[in-house]
């Protein structure tokens, strides 16, 4: 099997610094984790919140503790740090190959969903984010690491996009999005960034961070790993 994963940011319209930050870490007992964080307000402070947040996580993960156990420890740390004054959100996507599993960790108000073989699972449990409260834990889903899965994160700028001007988006439209084939080198997560900018009007009307998992055969047998990164400046 192969993992890909794309991820796709735009900052809120008038502001440098985008207060989402996105992290990949490798799992010291076999896998990835994407982590996606989204500190309160926008612009530098935010930024700075988010940080504190996915260093943090990625810290942990990297010393071996497990996604639920990271959730906690990073709100605890934030809690204490900013004596419950400052809220973050916190979503880890894993693909766990000491488990066989990819496994969902949400502290976020927006959803996470999966396509497998053309269904929709949207994992939106009602779960508070990491920061205000003194006792806070993650939702945990574990799913089974098979080709042909496919899983779409992304912050409240898109969850949100196209509200001021009354056309907010609908779930229905990212899945459609993330079923439809893929035509040209554009990545998924690019596309929905795409869409989702179009309902703002071009102007985001908060911090836009869109990640995109998929599990698919690896037909080449490739041993090779590949990261491409591209950050206009």
Do not use: W
């Not at 612009?43 to 071996?64: E, P, Y």
Request: with cysteine.
């Amino acid at each position: 099997m192969e993992v890909k994963i794309e991820i796709a940011k735009r900052s809120k319209f008038g502001v440098s610094k985008s207060g989402d930050t996105v992290e990949i870490v490798e799992r010291p007992q076999g896998g990835y984790s994407v982590i996606l964080a989204d500190g309160q307000g926008s612009g530098k402070r935010a930024k700075t919140i988010s940080n504190l947040v996915v260093n943090k996580a990625v810290s942990l993960i990297g010393d071996g503790a497990r996604d639920g156990a990271v959730g906690r420890a990073v709100h605890d740390y934030l809690y204490t740090l900013r004596n419950g004054k400052t809220s973050s959100t916190l979503n880890i996507l894993s693909v766990d190959l000491d488990t066989d599993s990819i496994v969902i960790s949400r502290n976020s108000n927006t959803p996470i969903i999966l396509i497998d073989e053309e269904e929709a699972t949207i994992f939106d449990k009602e779960v508070k984010s990491i920061g205000f409260h003194k006792e806070i834990k993650p939702v945990i889903n574990e799913i089974s690491l098979k080709p042909g899965i496919k899983f779409l994160a992304f912050s409240d700028g898109i969850l949100h996009a196209g509200r001021r001007f009354k056309q907010q988006v609908e779930l229905k439209e990212l899945i459609k999005l993330c079923k439809e084939p893929k035509i040209g080198k554009e990545s998924l997560a690019k596309r929905i960034l795409k869409y989702t900018l179009d309902l703002d009007n071009n102007r985001a009307q908060d911090d836009m961070t869109v990640v995109v998992l998929e599990v698919v055969e690896n037909r080449d047998d490739k041993k090779i790993i590949e990261y491409n990164l591209s950050l206009p400046i």
